[in-house]
Structures are given as C-alpha cells and as structure tokens.
C-alpha cells in the first residue's frame, strides 16, 4: 500500500514482526530493472531519515506525553457521577491544553510552592484549596492588588497549570483526603466506618495527641479534655466539616474524641466544653486545616505515580500559615 504524501514509486508492506520497504528504481529501457528492498524492523525504524521514509513510519511514533487536560479527566474518570456540573474543581492557571513536563501535588498553592514548582521544571501544580484567597478563586475584586498581581504573573510566566481537586478527590468512595489521612496515621485497622474509629486497646488523650502530632508532622494542636483520659472511640473529621456537621456527629455517634481540622471557636469547642459540664466524658482535638488534609495530597500524588510512571511528580506540602507564639 501506498501512504498519503508517498510518491508511487514506494510501496509499504507490513508485516507481524517487521515493514518492508520496497523502491522500484525507473531504468532505462535498455538497462535490466533493479530492485532495492530495504527490510526494517519496528525497533529500527528510528533510523530512516529521507524525508519520505520519514514520512512513512510516522504512524509508529508512541507519544507518551499527556497535557492538562487529559491528567484532570483522567481522575474525574474514576469519581462516581462526574463530572459535576457545579464544582470549584477547574483551572486557575493555564490551560488544558499545556504540555505536562512535571506535576507538583500540594494542599495551598502558595507563591512558595510555585516557586518550587519553578525549579522542579514542573509545570502543572494540582491543590487541593483556592490559588486566590476565596472558595471560587474570584478575583475580580483583586484585581489591583499586588499580591494577586504578582501571583498571576508569575504564574503566566512560566507558563504554570492549576487544577483545583477538591470536590472530585473528597468525592471518591472512600474519601480520597480520608484515605491519605487514615494511612498516615495508621488507623486503617481501626477503622469502623467513614470517620468512626475504635482504638484497642485505648490510649489516653495525651498519647492519641502526640501520635497524631508525629505522624501528621504538627508542630502543635489545640485541645479541649482531659489529657489522661482514656480514648476507645475516635471521630476524625478532616479539614472543615463545620459545626453543625460536627455537633451533629458527636450527638450520633457518641465519641470519646472528636479528632477535626478546623473549628468556629463559637461553635464545636463551646459544644464540647458545654458536653463537660453535663458530665460527659468527650474531648475534642484541633489538628488545623492543612495539617488535617495534607495527606490528601500526597494520596493523590501517589495515584499520578502509579498511572505516569514516566512522569516526574512530587508532592510540596505548603506549610502551615500561622505559627504558635
């Protein structure tokens, strides 16, 4: 058969294990007609450089390249009922169409982890919370502020990706974020359901707070109990599920603890402390927002690796914000 663009003069034939290449040289009606017929193997086939050869074996070529978009879709993919038509889980920076060099998975993606972005020669930065300070990454109000500017720039300058996964990852069955978190703890065997937990044997308040601290790398928490007491059942609630979620599953549940990353100061702690006063015995412990999901990250950072395994991804945590004076 003949290729489009391919000169009559070539024919291909294709084999099981090889292409043939067949050239009929025109001769001169007194000359006797020769014939070159060039054998190639698939794995030699590189070596062809006319640019009709060239032309002919392009069909060969495997890209294992993947740009933005496929990446995303490739784990919408797998989320029950997705894609969502409501969702903050969109692009923030570049486009879909970016060429992938190297992934960076992070919780906030901070002007820090760009920059670590930058020198990783990694150019598609998947977080898990806003770029821009708000739930929907709305900037017109930032418009003329320097802070955003900057991050915006930058971020067009080295022609950097970011996709929120938020929704799709915490929408997984079981909970992405969760996944990562129960792991890092060591927990998995522990667990009874979604966010129940029954710890055996017990382990008193202050030893639950001090593994918490070690393997979720905390510098501290905050905490409302008694530090002896001892803890069977643990609530874990990551990141931030909000009061009525969290009274509400206390009021059902009937934990020893409730384990959470954020709180309304108004609202779960005087739930607790108000729980102590009647005489319960239920405490609660505050590991903060990013502590409490960042293993989300790197459970996602490990989810690329197992389906790129040519693909440079490294999981940058951002950090906590805020330091304990």
Known sequence: ?????????????????????KYAM??????????????????TAAIMTTPYLTKAANFLKTDDSYNVGQIMDMFIKIVPNAPFASTVDTLKAGSRDTVVGGIVTTMFPTIGVIKKAISLNANF????????????????????????????DLLKKHNIAIWRNHDYIHSLQPDGVTTGVVAQLGWKQYQKSAAMFAINP????????????????????????????????????VGAAGGQRQISAISTLKPDVLVCGEIAEWETAEYVRDAQSEGR???????????SEEPGSEFMRNW??????????????????????
């Open 125 to 152: 930065i998947v977080a898990h919370e806003p770029t821009f300070y708000n739930h929907t990454d709305d900037v017109s109000w930032l418009q003329n502020d320097d802070v955003y500017q900057y991050k915006a």
């Open 26 to 43: 025109p001769t001169p009606k007194d000359h006797t007609r020769r014939k070159f017929i060039t054998n190639l193997s698939l794995s």
């Open 304 to 325: 690329l690796q197992e389906r790129l395994p040519g693909m440079k991804i490294t999981h940058v945590p951002s950090g906590n914000s805020l330091s304990f004076a």
């Open 1 to 21: 058969m003949a290729l489009p663009g391919m000169p009559k003069k070539f024919k291909l034939l294709i084999t099981f294990d090889r292409i043939i290449i």
């Open 202 to 237: 017990s382990i008193m308040l202050s030893e639950l707070i001090n593994h918490a601290k070690k393997q979720l790398n905390i510098e501290k928490v905050r905490y409302i109990g008694d530090l002896s007491q001892p803890c069977t059942n643990v609530l874990l609630m």
């Open 281 to 291: 015995k239920l405490s609660l412990v505050v590991l903060g927002h990013i502590a």
